[in-house]
C-alpha cells in the first residue's frame, strides 16, 4: 500500500451526471492476451462498508474497488450518518463513525443504489432507530425486501412504512431469534447477520445465502469480535455481543470479474492471466468452460484462462444460489453461447425478469428464443457490431463481450452501468489487445 496514495473525491451528483453521457465504442475480433489484475469484490465491499457502522473504532478495508460508483455512492450514504469516509486510490477504504449522527438515508441516495437497504440492520443494532427510503423496483426484477423487514420484526424492530419510507425502530435494543427464511437471500442474510452481531442473545438463521461475500463479512466481523458458526453452511449462528472492535481487512476478490472476462476470453481466443483471484470461487463457472473446451488452470492466486483455437461447444446452465451458478453471470453467459457450436439453454431463477440483454444481443446477430424464464440459444457463425444500450450492470458487460468478437462497431450507450460494477473495465481490456474506447 502506498502512504501517499491520493484521495478519492465523492460527489453522488456528479457521479450519474457525467457516466450517463459516455458511451463505449469497441471493434471487435481481437484476440485478448496479457494479464488482467481482478479488483476486490463489489458485492463484498459495499456490506464491509455498511459494517463499519457496527464499530466506533476506525475500519480500515483493503483490496476495496474504490473507483466504482456503487462504492463511492455507499460512501455518501455512510457519510450522511456520520462517518468519516476516505476512499484512497490504491484500494485503501478508511471508515470511522465515532457516533451516528443521523439514522435516515434519505430517497435521493438510496435510489440510485439498493444496497443501501442494508444499512437497517447496522443502525438498528447500534442505535435503535433506521429510516431508509424504500428502494423500488429495478430493471431486473421487483426485488422486494420483506424478508429484511420480517426478520428484524421477529428480533423486536417495530417497523412502519410511511411517504416511502421504512422507518424502524428497537427502543429497548435487538433480541436473538430463530429466522426460517423462506427463500435463499444473500441481502437478508447478510442484514440479519450484521444485526444479530450485537443483540441480546442467539440468533439462528435458517436457509441463510452461502455467497462467498457473506463468508467474507462474516469473517470480518469474527475479527471485529462477533461470535458467529455455520458460515458457508444453510445454518448460521450468531451470538450476540456487547461491542465490536476495529479491524484492517483484505476485501475478497471479485468472482463475477474474473468470471466476467474468462467468459471474455472464451468468446475472443487468446490466453490471459487473472491475478488475484480464487478458483474456488468459480466452480460452477470453470466446470463447464473446461468441459467446452477451454484450458483453465490454478497458479497459485493466478488463474491462466486460455482458448487456442478450438471452438466451444454450447451447454445447459441453470442459475441459482451459490454454489450453484451465479445469476451475476448469467448475462455473459449467453453472449458466448451465442457464438458457441450448437444449442445451449440458459434458466434463470433467482430473478424474474433478467433477460433484458437479449433484444440487444438478437440486434447483433444472435438466435435467442425466450420461453418464460429459459432461453434457448442456438449459437450463430457470428455477431455485427451494433448501437446498443443495456439496462442493469450484467446486461452491459454481456454487450461489451459480445462487441469484443462482433464485425465491425459496437457502441455500447449508458456505460453508467458499467461504472457501477467493474473497475477500469477499459483500461483492463485494452492492455490485452481489446480495441475499446470511450466517446
Ligand atoms: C445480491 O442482491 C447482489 N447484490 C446481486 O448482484 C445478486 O444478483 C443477488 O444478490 C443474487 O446473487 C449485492 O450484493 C449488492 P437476493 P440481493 O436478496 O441481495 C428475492 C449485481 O449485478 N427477495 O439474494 O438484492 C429477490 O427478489 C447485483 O452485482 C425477496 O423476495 O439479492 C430475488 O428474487 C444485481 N424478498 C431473490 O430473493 C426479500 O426480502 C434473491 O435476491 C429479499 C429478496
Known amino acids: 500500500m502506498n502512504a501517499v496514495a491520493k484521495e478519492i473525491t465523492v460527489d453522488p451528483e456528479k457521479l450519474s451526471q457525467a457516466s450517463e453521457l459516455e458511451k463505449m465504442v469497441i471493434k471487435g475480433g481481437n484476440e485478448l492476451n496479457g494479464r ?50 476516505v476512499l484512497r486510490e490504491d484500494g485503501l477504504a478508511m471508515i470511522h463513525t465515532p457516533s451516528i449522527k443521523n439514522h435516515v438515508a434519505p430517497y435521493d441516495l438510496v435510489r440510485r443504489m439498493r444496497a443501501s437497504v442494508l444499512i437497517l440492520g447496522p443502525l438498528l443494532a447500534r442505535c435503535g432507530k433506521a429510516e431508509v427510503s424504500l428502494p423500488g423496483g429495478c430493471a431486473i426484477g421487483t426485488r422486494p425486501i420483506d424478508m429484511h ?40 442474510t447478510e442484514n440479519i447477520m450484521m444485526a444479530a452481531t450485537l443483540a ?24 471485529m469480535g462477533a461470535k458467529i458458526t455455520g458460515l458457508g453452511t444453510a445454518k448460521i449462528v450468531i451470538e450476540g455481543v456487547e461491542r465490536l472492535n476495529g479491524i484492517s481487512y483484505d476485501i475478497v476478490p471479485d468472482r463475477i470479474e474474473a468470471g466476467t472476462y474468462m467468459i471474455a476470453v472464451a468468446m475472443t481466443g487468446g490466453k490471459v492471466v487473472l491475478e488475484n483471484t480464487r478458483a474456488d470461487l468459480l466452480t460452477s463457472l470453470i466446470a463447464p468452460l473446461k468441459e467446452a473446451g477451454m484450458h483453465i488452470e490454478e497458479d497459485g492466486k493466478d488463474l491462466i484462462v486460455e482458448r487456442n483455437g478450438v471452438d466451444l461447444q454450447g451447454f445447459d446452465i441453470m442459475t441459482e444460489p451459490h454454489p450453484g451458478f451465479p445469476t451475476d453471470l448469467q448475462a455473459q ?71 469484443l468478437v462482433a464485425e465491425g462497431e459496437t457502441v455500447v450507450n449508458r456505460i453508467y452501468h458499467l461504472n457501477r460494477g467493474y473497475e477500469k473495465l477499459v483500461e483492463k481490456l485494452s492492455a490485452c489487445g481489446a480495441d475499446i474506447r470511450l466517446a
Open 36 to 85: 488482467i489484475r481482478i479488483s476486490g469484490a463489489k458485492n463484498a465491499a459495499l456490506k464491509h462498508m455498511v459494517a463499519c457502522l457496527l464499530t466506533d473504532e476506525p475500519m480500515h478495508l483493503m483490496n476495496c474497488p474504490v473507483h466504482l460508483g456503487d462504492i463511492k455512492m455507499q460512501a455518501a450514504v455512510l457519510k450522511t450518518l456520520g462517518a468519516e469516509v
Open 149 to 188: 423487514l420480517d426478520a428484524l420484526t421477529q428480533m423486536g424492530a417495530e417497523i412502519k412504512l410511511e411517504q416511502g419510507y421504512v422507518k424502524a425502530s428497537a427502543p429497548n435494543g435487538l433480541r436473538g431469534a430463530e429466522i426460517n427464511f423462506s427463500k435463499i437471500s444473500v441481502g437478508a
Open 200 to 223: 441480546k442473545g442467539i440468533t439462528i438463521i435458517n436457509n441463510a445465502a452461502r455467497e462467498p461475500e457473506i463468508v467474507d463479512q462474516g469473517e470480518a466481523l469474527i475479527q
Open 333 to 403: 453467459l449467453m453472449s458466448l453461447m451465442s457464438i458457441c457450436k450448437g444449442a445451449g439453454m440458459i434458466t434463470e431463477t433467482i430473478f424474474e425478469n433478467r433477460f433484458m440483454h437479449v433484444p440487444e444481443l438478437i440486434r447483433m446477430g444472435a438466435d435467442i428464443t425466450v420461453h418464460g424464464n429459459s432461453a434457448l440459444v442456438r449459437g450463430v457463425a457470428g455477431l455485427t457490431g451494433a448501437e446498443v444500450m443495456a439496462t442493469d450492470l450484467r446486461a452491459s458487460v454481456a454487450l461489451v463481450l459480445a462487441g
